[in-house]
């Protein structure tokens, strides 16, 4: 079965600081890795993704991630973070199982704080 | 419409009462998504619907839960007496059908709020 892993459950970070949340996982093929970030009282919205090609993927609000097959990770990170950016953060991991069912594993989150 | 929208926001029933969560896909997504979301936890997979058909309910947890999307548009997750163990963040979501591209984007509702007295 494949799983979806994120270390950190709580991150505080500085605003104006760099930023980098973990995401590993486990699976038996070349996954399609998503990040999602979900807002107090909000849906959850997609940053980014990856299905294949440039490891390196950018995606909104100035966020990329980095597909590291060798260690089964998938780390966002950005280079200077604003307030606004605290929210928790998902990982997750498409899991085919058929015809054009795309059904997402999820990681249990990280929490961002973001200190003035 | 402009996204997905999910209705109530918020419900409070009580034990052994049933609910009814509805979800509107955005126009024109072939298919949708229905996942739960506990306190501290990610979503979790409920059960897809390829337009009008459900095929997949693996991860509807027992009998009590049921969902339906009869015109392949609008869709309903029915929980028949309610426990409290049912109270959760539940999450629809949809996309657009693409083949074998095989990383579909999903589409996130707001989610409605589920507190089972």
């Known amino acids: 079965a494949q799983s979806v892993t994120q270390p950190d459950i709580h991150i505080t970070v500085s605003e104006g600081a760099s930023l980098e949340l973990r995401c590993n996982y486990s699976?038996?093929?070349?996954?399609?890795l998503f990040w999602y970030v979900q807002s107090p009282g909000q849906g959850l919205q997609l940053l980014l993704k990856y299905f294949s090609g440039d490891t390196l993927v950018q995606g909104i609000k100035g966020f990329e991630a980095e597909f590291k097959r060798s260690q089964s990770s998938f780390n966002l990170r950005k280079p200077s973070v604003h307030w606004s950016d605290a929210a928790e953060y998902f990982c997750a991991v498409v899991r085919r199982s058929g015809g054009s069912n795309y059904k997402l594993t999820f990681g249990k989150g990280t929490l961002l704080t973001v200190n003035p | 419409g402009a996204g997905v929208s999910q209705s109530p926001r918020y419900k409070v029933t009580k034990r052994g009462q049933d609910v009814a969560l509805r979800c509107d896909p955005i126009s024109g997504h072939v298919s949708l998504y229905w996942y739960r979301q506990a306190l501290g936890q990610g979503p979790e997979f409920l059960t897809y619907f390829n337009y009008e058909a459900q095929q997949d309910k693996s991860g509807l947890p027992n009998d009590r839960f049921s969902a339906e999307r009869p015109e392949g548009s609008i869709s309903t997750l029915t929980i028949q007496r309610t426990e409290q163990r049912d109270s959760a963040m539940y999450r629809c979501?949809?996309?657009?059908?693409?083949?074998?591209?095989?990383?579909?984007?999903?589409?996130f509702g707001p989610g409605t709020r589920l507190l089972v007295l």
């Open positions: 979501a949809s996309s657009l059908e693409s083949g074998d591209r095989g990383g579909e984007t999903q589409y």
């Open positions: 699976y038996g093929a070349t996954p399609y």
